[in-house]
């Protein structure tokens, strides 16, 4: 026979829980920046890049392989900036790097207590600079929208 005490403990654990306590799938999150890569030749045009490492300078583990046309990648929500390298393998030589600076503000949103803060950002006049001064593969970027809060649209192109 289970004593009473035990039975209303049980229950109380059971009933004490409030749907703030579990963050469910699809519960908007912090958005990530799309990045699409474009022909700076014929700027209406994707252009995949092969093999390209994405390194988040100032940010731990955050070195990413890609191939393709575009990427999501997160910006800090610590700092008013982010900072990434991007390095191509290439024939001749066989790396070549830049590195850009996006410059943004950051507004955050009470969520609920399991979730937490969700960040929209927006970027800043003038929203990036490169960093690397010598001959790279990137040829311009262009801001496509100014304010970051889905993933559902690009942000940022580069062109190379």
């Known amino acids: 026979m289970i004593p009473r005490s035990l039975i209303f403990l ?3 654990i ?3 829980c409030e749907k703030d306590d579990i963050c469910l799938e699809g519960t908007p999150a912090t958005p990530r920046m799309i990045v699409l890569f474009k022909d700076h030749e014929n700027p209406q045009a994707k252009k995949e890049v092969s ?3 994405i390194r988040g300078l100032g940010l ?6 890609f191939s393709g046309d ?3 990648i997160p910006l800090r929500n610590n700092y008013e900036f982010t900072q990434y390298e991007f390095t191509l393998r290439t024939s001749s030589p ?3 790097s830049d590195s850009l600076q996006i410059n943004h503000r950051q507004f955050d949103t009470y969520i609920n207590r399991a979730c937490g803060y969700k960040s929209t950002f927006v970027f800043e006049n003038p929203f990036q600079y490169k960093i690397t001064k010598d001959e790279g ?3 311009s970027v262009e801001k496509i929208r100014d304010t970051l809060s889905d993933e559902e649209n ?4 580069i062109y190379h």
């Open 10 to 12: 049980m229950s109380m």
């Open 14 to 16: 059971l009933f004490s």
């Open 51 to 53: 093999e390209l490492l």
């Open 60 to 65: 731990v583990d955050s070195l990413t392989s």
């Open 70 to 72: 575009s990427i999501a």
């Open 94 to 96: 066989p790396l070549v």
């Open 137 to 139: 593969w990137i040829k």
């Open 154 to 157: 690009s942000h940022l192109a």
